[in-house]
């Protein structure tokens, strides 16, 4: 069983939708989370995080975590096509030593149509 | 604004050829990474470095090294690359975190595609 679960999708979704991602993880020693979002030939880069559990919002994302059943979500309002992307998870246990490693989900990929 | 470069964008090269993959930082993090991406796997960790001269193996490090002789470059090396080895890398950096609850964000590079013929 992989440590981090995510659905790989493909998801496809009409602007303005709201649209729901999910993973699931099995150590219940992560208490960081985090959502990296990855354009066509870029990189990823990180759209939010959170240390432990409950929600946290910046503009139209919302993070949720829910420790006590291993599972994370990211929520989009409004989803706009420029939001279509592939969308990691990512969790760790310690980030301030040197053996601390993040384990990231397979990536979910969204496409918002107008 | 953070950079991190990769020195190919796309490569080719045959089996048993040695291969160098190149990554720089100009944020002087303490901390680089290398990961293989594949579609289904998503992002396995093959190397960190916390520190020059510095590193740790990763998840898959078999068929890989690495050196950091410099703070800012990261290199990836597959000695005798082979086929399983086509794959997307990707280059990463970040600070170290110094309180509980900070996440320091990893950094990543555009990656480089690597065909092995």
């Known amino acids: 069983q992989k440590e981090v679960e995510q659905d790989p999708g493909p998801l496809s979704v009409p602007e303005g939708a709201i649209v729901s991602l999910n993973c699931t993880y099995s150590?219940?020693?992560?208490?960081?989370f985090m959502w990296y979002r990855q354009y066509s030939r870029k990189g990823p880069e990180l759209l939010m995080y959170t240390y432990s559990s409950g929600n946290k919002e910046d503009g139209r994302f919302t993070a949720q975590v829910d420790k006590s059943s291993k599972y994370i979500s990211l929520f989009i309002r409004d989803s706009q096509p420029s939001d279509s992307a592939t969308y990691l998870c990512a969790m760790s246990t310690r980030v301030y030593s040197s053996a601390s490693k993040i384990i990231f989900g397979s990536g979910t990929r969204l496409s918002i149509r107008p | 604004d953070v950079k991190v470069t990769q020195s190919s964008r796309y490569l080719v090269k045959r089996t048993g050829e040695k291969v160098f993959l190149e990554c720089v930082q100009d944020m002087d993090h303490e901390n680089m990474f290398w990961y293989r991406q594949d579609p289904g796997l998503g992002l396995r960790l093959i190397y960190f470095s916390y520190d020059v001269k510095m590193k740790e193996k990763g998840d898959i490090p078999e068929g890989y090294s690495v050196s950091r002789e410099k703070k800012e470059r990261f290199s990836l090396i597959l000695e005798s690359a082979s086929t399983n080895q086509t794959s997307m890398y990707l280059c990463?950096?970040?600070?170290?975190?110094?309180?509980?609850?900070?996440?320091?964000?990893?950094?990543f590079g555009p990656g480089t595609r690597l065909t092995v013929l």
């Open positions: 990463a950096s970040s600070w170290t975190s110094t309180r509980t609850s900070s996440y320091n964000e990893q950094f």
């Open positions: 150590n219940s020693a992560f208490q960081y």
